[in-house]
């Protein structure tokens, strides 16, 4: 039985997400308090794994999982995770929606689910505390005051409560995407559909720089997902890169884009290559495909060694 | 007399940085709490311009700032202001170093002067509680029970206490970027040692799309010295990116990059054209001088008209 | 009426496309024996205009042309004609194929209908000498010898000959291009499917500065038709770069690149606009065509004064 | 003992360059009528290796060479020799100045000495006919009736001629480099200053599809020494590219640009590799160098198996 970390507490969306991860089942789950704490507990081997959040779709980045990834001791990404951030009305079993008089919740899903409150729920008080699991914990208990909480599905399943209403949020549920980290090892297989996440730094702060860099992964005809820059501490002005590119470090066309990286940067940080969690097909330009490289490096040997 | 938001309490670092700014000491100066409110504050006329932070070389982009400039109503960015992020030991006036026994401050300030305060006050209890500002408040009450406060310059002056040591942070100082906002309006003059900012949209979410807007810059000569992505907010994995470039709008290679910029993106919010607070100097490169410009055009005026 | 000059002599491939350009049915047309001869003769005043070849689809640019227009005194091409390089077999009024019995005509034109004279006429002795328009002029005379001459179907006709066969060559024809010269001047009107030729002189000799000049075009959105290198006859591997491009000195995307050009090469020689022979339309990318440019600078003069 | 076609007939520049290939002194030397000639000579077997001209300083590219070497069966190139085209007055032994009257020498050789022999001959009488060979041949003749010839150092020697006067063009002399070509194999080793020569064909006709293939060069660090367009004797308008560039196909930055181009190209020769004739070292840029290329693949290969 593998043992898995987590940033909690449980009920959170990150705990949710993990849930679907395979074998999380059966795996012994460990709440961390913060992301760092996480990541210093796979770093430590308290657990095998860990899962944290990287990336919203309406926040953007994570600064702290970027952060650590970047500047402590190496980590490796071996699985991404999407799940849509989803809020819940929570009840008692047996509380009806005529019944709800009280609402405890966090702020933010407040926020998010105001209008459908004061479409459904005009008469209720809304009280904001705390966290979303905080919330089922205190609704869970009958002598709390409160009949309704609005939160993340498994924080309610977790206090036994029961679901009167889903999806409440006002706009298209923001989504976040969670990374599942492990100590640094063999890399996963390709499945030809994978990503591969680095953080680039360059060997000067100038425009012509970052395009230098994005020149590599595009005279291979790799494409990228994600960019995101992050200050490298050291001085106002100077940045470093988290990229997602599309590929795995087994085929051709990224192994020759990240020898490239590695030639004109600073540093690269390879933190994993793994497969993706959408449905998206990798756009394999002409040229670019494993077999084009092969073809490629068989012709160069050929030129270099006519006879053989 | 002019009127000047910042965002707030009093004491704060983005209220030190706003009394730099020139007219400021003759101004009034109104904290809001949050940078959403200083910057709707700017909006709806109740200040005529605000100070909020951008950027920190430490923790990056703000995102509220960011975020509220793309997505709000149109504002402009009129002047920057760096500041380094520094802390000071502040005591009722009286107090000695050898008398100090409790220290209040906040999380952030007690971990950052962890090592010195270990050094110097070894004996002292350390205390951490709401704002370094507010800190500094209590320990002007003889009743607080406290003899220092580690806060801000201008919070220990605003309290009238005494600084006995300055700049006590562990490591050299973060810098923090303020950007001095007012309602959209005729730019200020170029000064030769300019920034222009920009927020741009791409067409298309591809790797070439980047690069291709990147290339806007380049072929004209343009250096950037920020950039910043920031999610869409439609779906994960769409980017805008938030940059701040060499130059003015009123120079001849930012006008043809804008230019080229606003054919090839989606969109693109221009952010104001300010002088540049650190002593950088442009680096403008062989044929991209406003005189290149102006040469260029010239004959291409007498390659279409030869008889002019 | 207007003098015409052209690279003679009488009942050349130049003469033939020569009678293709309007007006010139009614000109005074002056052969010239050399390329050099010819533009000199515009130079000079002699002629009007001149026609001379400048590219063929198998033998490539026409160094004298290329050379001349880029080292002599300045010219401008105001037109280009397109002409298949056919051969016709000629013969005098009333000869018919079966009484031919001696071929005269130019090594070249031998060669390349050797097929079509060995099917046709196998018995006939093929003499081979001077030009093609040489030959026709011989076999006009019919004490000459000669029953057939293989030439142009100008030549043939110029000297009273009767055409047996037409299109003789063994593969398709070559196409030769020809440019109509005057001296600079204004250059005629945008009609939308225009070229634009230069000659490019780079600042350094590397290979980033073809690069950085190709990237003029590129970052505009305007296609290159013809790139030829010479010789800047200094040194050995220093080299200048013959260019015809899509569009017009007045389209907004040539200017701006021809500005850019004129800004980062050593030099640039413009050799006019003029409509393209061919029936291709150009390629107009998004954000690049006329409206987007004036678009564009609507919004930047909006950026700059926004009380306009 | 070897035997080395070249472009003759004996005298010629040529015949001049190949003299100082090493070997050639011993070797059976083979004068041909045409490059085509000495190219099939090659070819066949009849000679071991062959000198052709392929460019000259001021004439630019010789179109037989390249176009025999694209078009015609394989070949390699294996070295380079560069030669200053200088002419030499020669005469009969015991002939002073001032006993030259008559002078004979091809027209090109004529108008290229003009000045000096206005200087120094103002009286004699200037023949030009045939080649510069000949006229040497027709010099040594006591019975010729000419008492000088202009012509190449090699001729006058060949024909037991004595000099009177070295380098007497009137312009600093023009360069020619010429090739030694050998039928395809082993590519010799490489020397750390050498050139790879290839002819490109595009896959698409557009502006877009050069500058991609010179960034396969850039993306490696590879400078070019020389690129000229060719016909691709398909259609007008469609051109292939024979480029010289800097490096050795056993340079790993050679290597990575060859199988990119090999990629992208719809068809790449390879001419092969050989030590640069010039004192010209290359520039390889920071992370090109063949130490960077092995450490990047070290690194790229413990990313893949971290145990090894």
């Known amino acids: 039985m593998s043992r898995f970390g987590y940033f909690g507490p449980e009920g959170t969306f990150t705990h949710q997400a ?3 991860v395979p074998g999380a089942d059966l795996a012994e789950l460990t709440p961390y308090a913060t992301v760092a704490g996480c990541l210093d507990g796979i770093r430590s081997g308290e657990v095998d794994a860990g899962l944290v959040p990287i990336e919203n779709s309406v926040e953007g980045g994570v600064s702290a999982t970027l952060d650590n ?3 402590g001791e190496p980590l490796m990404i071996t699985r ?3 799940l849509e951030v989803q809020f819940t009305l929570f009840v008692r079993p047996g509380t009806a929606l ?3 008089r009280r609402v405890l919740t966090h702020p933010h899903a407040a926020a998010q689910c105001r209008d459908w409150l004061a479409a459904h729920l005009p008469q209720a008080d809304i009280t904001t505390d705390g966290s979303t699991a905080a919330a089922a914990a205190a609704v869970a208990d009958p002598d709390s005051g409160y009949d309704a909480a609005v939160c ?3 924080a309610g399943e977790l206090h036994g409560l029961e679901a009167l209403a889903d999806g409440i949020a006002d706009n298209t549920a923001a989504v976040t995407r969670f990374i599942l ?3 640094p090892g063999r890399v996963g297989p ?5 990503k591969t996440s680095l953080v680039l730094f360059m060997r000067a702060d100038h425009s012509g720089a970052l395009l230098e860099l994005l020149e590599q992964f595009a005279s291979r005809g790799v494409n990228l997902c994600r960019i995101e820059s992050r200050p490298t501490k050291t001085q106002l002005g100077s940045y470093c890169f988290a990229i997602d590119a599309e590929g ?3 085929d051709a066309r990224m192994a020759e884009a990240l020898m490239g990286l590695h030639r004109v940067s600073a540093r690269v940080i390879f933190l994993g290559s793994f497969p993706r969690a959408d449905s998206g097909q990798p756009d394999i330009l002409a040229g670019t495909a494993n077999a084009d490289y092969a073809a490629a490096q068989q012709w160069l040997d050929r030129l270099r060694n006519p006879s053989s």
């Open 181 to 183: 980290v492990t100590r």
């Open 69 to 71: 990834l970047t500047y």
């Open 18 to 20: 993990l849930l679907t």
């Open 248 to 250: 795995h470090v087994d």
């Open 152 to 154: 993340s599905r498994i």
């Open 80 to 82: 991404e995770v999407l």
């Open 98 to 100: 005529t019944d709800v």
């Open 190 to 194: 390709a499945t030809g559909a994978d």
